[in-house]
């Protein structure tokens, strides 16, 4: 299943929204696996993007949501092999 989801995080849009953040918000809240895969400024960023969002994607501009994806990526990414 880790596999499925990666590759559609990696496809972005292919992944519906509800879930892009559910598994960004997740990994953001996993906490120390996520420390060691995101950097303060960017731990900060995701949570202030999350926040902005209040699960909603038309809360963000494209470039806030790209920029979302990205970063839950890798949050995902480094919580996962935590």
């Known amino acids: 299943m880790e ?3 990666s590759k559609l995080f990696a496809r972005g849009r292919a992944l519906p ?14 906490g120390r696996a ?3 895969g995101l950097t303060e400024a960017e ?4 949570g ?8 909603r994607r038309r809360n963000l501009s494209a470039r806030e949501f790209e920029r979302l994806r ?3 990526m890798k949050a995902f990414d480094a ?4």
């Open 48 to 55: 202030r993007l999350l926040k902005k969002s209040k699960g």
């Open 70 to 72: 990205g970063l839950g």
């Open 17 to 30: 929204w509800a879930r892009l953040y559910f598994l960004s918000e997740w990994a953001y809240r996993k």
């Open 43 to 46: 731990r900060s960023e995701l």
């Open 3 to 5: 596999g499925t989801i």
């Open 79 to 82: 919580a996962r092999r935590a």
């Open 34 to 36: 996520v420390h060691g």
